[in-house]
């Protein structure tokens, strides 16, 4: 990483080119390769699903005859079968992609911004900032997960941002914890105490020497934040209380179940199960091989 | 310049102490229990002339690093003064703390952990002027190239390195360079060189030296190693437990030391002709906690020399007639006609021994 | 001095006999030949050690002297069988005629602590935090001595009298300790078993100047009192100078320069030992004229990649086109030796060495 040196104002590494290397050094990882490979497909899939799909995924199905196409296993016009009530299961399916990825983005975004806000916050500051903070998230982490999750959508409603909002609340306090113990060690740092000395305001250190050191922490924890906000919207889903305007894949596995179709239509329940769990696995994959690639202990001789 | 402006020191402090209260959580604050007070820094004189390098000499937990970070108000002085410049800094706040600190910085001991290893050399340096909001980027840009000859870094080819392409020597001269570029009247060098190889060292003592006489620096030399200081400091300062024990010039220090502290940690230079190995008295324990503080002179506990006088009243630091200064009842008799009824402790004759175990009574 | 302590007869004689038997232990004798150490890394190979060798006469203090990153405690690790295991050791290093690089943990077992010990650089890595001292001084000594635990622990109070602890700090733990209190604890846990050889790899180096020398005058008292046999390992060239009767000097992964002592520094061989004489802060006398220090320009050479000519040319004012491509051997001049092409000149460098321009007007890459 040569730059050629300019008579002009002194430039650093730019976060393009680190985010670059960063990248570069992730590709080294076999698994991750598999990972961001997936991952590529299914982004594309949210992006494009909605117009590749065949039909509107709630539209009814007739046959020939005039009746109501149930349960109809994959042929030529359904390539994915007909579900229950009719629907096609292969729109469906394409439109879960966005749903899917939509609550795991937004709720694992807003989740990085609060648990680095109150991680950042409390590790930098210290002292009673810390205890307070510190309380807080001692008592965000006493909810339990799955009871909190269905009262609050329960009494909010089953919408897409409500569900994204519970997610949110339910996730930031570990994050906030992690981020906090490396804002700990960060703040230790001679550099940091030598900026203070040499008259440098808490934003200047936060911005300048805190948040790129921790940045690759921020950044996996993100990333599980996504599995984990998927994950959790499917569970929400399948309990019944998800979106009833949108189609998501734990809604699809939700209305298999309660019309009683979980154990015969494999067409209707495989492919968002199996979209999940490769959802989640290329989201563990990049992960595990971010984190190695960050922490030198766990990085193979 | 006349010889008044040359004579006024650039920064003085009086009387400064430094106490750190332990922290307590909310709950015990609420039911008062008053947490343990460590006093570091206890009444400290000191001031430092324009081209001037002073040395401060002591062990580990002996408040000299407490005495430099609260001179550049890293630490809050409990009580007394640190003038700089004829204006009293004490207690100064928001733009006036800033304008003082552009004016006095540190250097740290550690070179691999005091620079940001995602920034280039060239952020790093320019990194005060940042701070300070000081010129326009192709300013700064040459700022820190005239900052980077100083400390005899090439710039060109250094400034877009990171701090890990470099050994610890150029490290802690780009941690001297980042301190020179706000041009500060004021440097505290918190054991500048003892990180790093011997071999090196003379280098980085050197250049601070020519900097402080080129620019005009006035210099606190903090240091473990009484044998360095010499070679760069006139004057130079004994700490133990939190006070000046002796202090005077650097070559009457070195070649006949007062205090029983001071000698002590001469005898413990290692000496590179057998010959001159001179003999070593073991002291007592470990130097007791600031927390903890031994009535008397602070020394009483582990000096060899200690009487009953020692344990109960403290030395106060006496003018000597070579011009040392020094805080022992040894060297100062007026404690001991106040209080005739105490014996009074004398040069040499050994009160208390200390069991050093078998191994060590032969030994030199 | 120590306060008599009250032991049963049975208990008095059984100690007598331990004593006695580890006491007629001889010093060890120590000939290192040839030992290279090498690392593989993801950027190469690493060769921290190279045709190291050197010797230890029994009942003799040797001192391995060299700056960070020399390979002096690398050496020291290999010998004591602590290096990681695909470490590429070559070489050997005979303990009274046994080779003991390479041997296999289970073969190391009798040879630790019983034939040679170790004094490490960091106390408190090298005690267990959850148990106190004087269990961990027995144990040493039951693995090795068939004796009761009373026999250990009356044993492992002779060696805390020896360093000059109260026998009663033998029940506390590591972290009740200060920094000297626990290094003299690591002193007396290296000698409870009365080691022919005993390693001591920086004992001083955290501690504060005054503790290292109370520290250092333990160490010197192993040799004056009980004979053993040691390598000092140390980047303080004065702490050799003050313990140990020969020296070996590390450059870069090589033996510079070695020989008695006295000698070396007397009258230094290689430019590396004259310039890291200078760099050494003396002390004044009062009326002459200080002597300046100097410093060695330029770094250490890196690893990865070393020279092909001698390993100091890049720093040394002195070396010409024949220094950067041949390495040098060692060659002998007298009871020292040196691996420097220019020994015969070597007066002629010394003088030339104690000028501060000699090493400033060379310019390297700072």
């Known amino acids: 990483m040569t ?25 080294e990882d076999n698994f ?3 990972g961001v490979a997936i991952l590529a497909i299914f982004v594309l899939l949210a992006i494009i699903g909605p117009w590749l799909a065949p039909y509107e995924p709630f539209k009814a199905m007739m046959t020939e005859t005039g009746r109501l196409n149930r349960l109809s296993p994959p042929n030529a016009t359904h390539l994915l079968g007909t579900t229950a009530f009719g629907n096609d299961v292969l729109s469906q399916f394409l439109h879960g992609f966005r749903v899917a ?85 960060e703040r230790e740092r001679i550099y940091v105490k030598w900026a203070r000395a040499a008259g440098a305001s808490h934003f200047h250190i936060i911005m300048r020497h805190i948040l790129p050191n921790i940045v690759r922490i921020v950044f996996l924890w993100v990333t599980m934040s996504v599995a984990f906000a998927i994950l959790t919207e499917a569970s929400l889903s399948f309990l019944g209380l998800g979106d009833p305007t949108v189609v998501s894949w734990g809604q699809m596995l939700n209305t298999a179940f309660s019309s009683g179709n979980l154990r015969t239509a494999w067409w209707w329940v495989v492919p968002p199960s199996l979209a999940l769990v490769l959802l989640v696995s290329s989201l563990y994959l990049i992960g595990r091989a971010y984190e190695e690639q960050t922490n030198p202990r766990l990085r193979r001789r | 310049m006349t010889d008044t402006t040359a004579t006024r020191p650039v920064i003085e402090a009086r009387d400064l102490k430094t106490h750190f209260q332990g922290r307590t959580g909310i709950f015990t604050a609420l039911a008062g229990v008053t947490p343990p007070v460590a006093r570091a820094l206890d009444g400290v004189d000191i001031s430092i002339r324009e081209k001037e390098i002073v040395g ?3 062990e580990s937990g002996c408040g000299k690093s407490t005495l430099g970070m609260s001179l550049v108000r890293m ?35 550690d070179p691999y952990s005091s620079l940001n290893p995602r920034l280039t050399i060239g952020q790093i340096i320019e990194e005060p002027l940042v701070i300070h909001g000081i010129g326009s980027a192709t300013e700064r840009r040459a700022k820190v190239e005239r900052a980077l000859d100083l400390v005899r870094i090439p710039a060109a080819e250094n400034i877009h390195r990171f701090p890990s392409d470099l050994s610890g020597g150029q490290r802690q001269r780009i941690a001297i360079a980042r301190a020179l570029v706000l041009e500060p009247r004021f440097i505290v060098a918190d054991e500048p060189v003892s990180m790093l190889d011997v071999s090196i060292q003379a280098s980085v003592l050197e250049l601070l030296d020519e900097l402080s006489r080129e620019l005009g620096l006035a210099v606190l030399y903090i240091s473990h190693d009484i044998a360095t200081v010499g070679y760069i400091c006139k004057h130079v300062a004994v700490m133990y437990l939190g006070r000046i024990v002796e202090e005077g010039r650097a070559e009457d220090i070195l070649a006949q030391p007062l205090h029983p502290y001071t000698q002590r940690l001469m005898a413990a230079i290692p000496r590179m002709d057998p010959g001159e190995v001179p003999e070593r008295v073991e002291l007592r324990g470990d130097v007791p906690s600031p927390m903890n503080v031994p009535p008397g002179c602070r020394f009483s506990s582990r000096c060899p020399y200690a009487t009953e006088l020692c344990r109960a009243v ?19 008799d007026r404690a001991a006609k106040a209080r005739p009824e105490l014996e009074r402790p004398q040069a040499g004759r050994i009160t208390e021994i200390e069991d050093a175990g078998l191994l060590a009574q032969t030994a030199g | 001095m120590a306060p008599a302590r009250t032991r049963s007869p049975a208990l008095a004689r059984d100690l007598a006999r331990l004593d006695e038997r580890l006491s007629a232990k ?14 593989s890394t993801l950027r190469g190979r690493f060769h921290a050690v190279e045709d190291v060798s050197f010797e230890v006469r029994a009942g003799t203090n040797l001192g391995l002297v060299g700056e960070s990153g020399c390979g002096k405690s690398t050496v020291v690790k290999a010998l004591m069988g602590l290096l990681p295991e695909f470490t590429g050791i070559s070489g050997e290093a005979l303990l009274d005629g046994q080779n003991i690089l390479g041997l296999s943990d289970a073969q190391l077992e009798p040879i630790r602590w019983n034939r040679i010990s170790l004094i490490t650089q960091s106390a408190m890595n090298s005690l267990d935090p959850v148990y106190c001292i004087g269990d961990q001084i027995c144990e040493a000594i039951l693995a090795h001595e068939k004796v009761g635990k009373a026999v250990a622990w009356a044993r492992a109070e002779e060696m805390f009298a020896l360093v000059g602890l109260p026998a009663e700090r033998l029940y506390e733990f590591p972290h009740q300790f200060s920094g000297g209190m626990r290094q003299r604890a690591v002193i007396a846990m290296a000698l409870a078993l009365n080691a022919g050889m005993l390693l001591a790899d920086e004992p001083t180096t955290a501690l504060d100047p005054i503790m290292q020398s109370q520290i250092m005058s333990r160490i010197r008292g192993i040799h004056e009192h009980m004979r053993r046999s040691m390598i000092l390992v140390t980047h303080d060239i004065a702490v050799v100078a003050e313990t140990c009767e020969a020296v070996v000097v590390m450059y870069a992964g090589k033996v510079a320069e070695s020989g ?11 430019p590396y030992t004259m310039g890291l004489q200078n760099a050494f802060p003396r002390l004044p006398v009062r009326g002459q004229p200080r002597q300046p220090l100097i410093s060695i320009p330029g770094t250490v050479p890196n690893l990865l990649l070393p020279p092909s000519g001698c390993r100091f040319a890049s720093r040394c004012p002195f070396a010409t086109d024949l220094c950067r491509t041949t390495a040098p051997q060692l060659h002998t001049v007298g009871a020292q030796s040196a691996a420097c092409h220019y020994t015969e000149r070597a007066d002629e460098f010394r003088a030339a060495a104690a000028r501060p321009e000699t090493w400033r007007n060379m310019r390297v890459g700072a």
């Not at chain 1, 104002?9 to 050094?25: P, Q």
């Not at chain 1, 994204?164 to 609340?169: N, R, S, Y």
């Open chain 1, 101 to 185: 990825l939509i609550v795991g983005l937004v709720a694992a975004l807003a989740v990085g911004f609060i648990s680095t806000v109150f991680g950042v916050l409390s590790g930098y500051f210290g002292g009673y900032v810390d205890d307070v903070l510190m309380r807080l998230t001692d008592i965000a982490l006493s909810i339990p997960t799955l009871p909190f999750a269905i009262v609050a959508v329960a009494l909010l409603g089953p919408s897409i941002e409500n569900i994204i909002l519970v997610i949110t609340i339910l996730f930031w306090r570990n994050g906030a914890r992690i981020i906090r113990s490396a804002v700990l060690t």
């Open chain 2, 314 to 332: 403290e030395p106060d630091l006496t003018d000597q007639p070579g011009g040392q200064r020094v805080r022992c009842h040894i060297h100062d």
């Open chain 2, 75 to 109: 630490y809050q002085p409990t009580s007394g003064s640190i003038t700089f410049s004829g204006d009293d800094i004490t207690h100064v706040e928001g733009r006036k703390l800033k304008d003082y600190r552009r004016q006095a910085q540190i250097i740290f001991q």
């Open chain 2, 56 to 58: 401060l000499v002591g």
């Open chain 3, 260 to 270: 008695p002592t006295a000698d070396v520094l007397e009258r230094p061989l290689h």
């Open chain 1, 3 to 27: 730059q050629v040196p300019d008579q002009g104002a002194i430039r650093g590494r730019s976060l393009f080119s680190s985010a670059r290397d960063s990248f570069r050094l992730l590709m």
């Open chain 1, 32 to 34: 991750a390769v598999v």
């Open chain 3, 26 to 39: 001889p010093a060890a004798h120590l000939k290192v030949n040839g030992l290279s150490i090498g690392y």
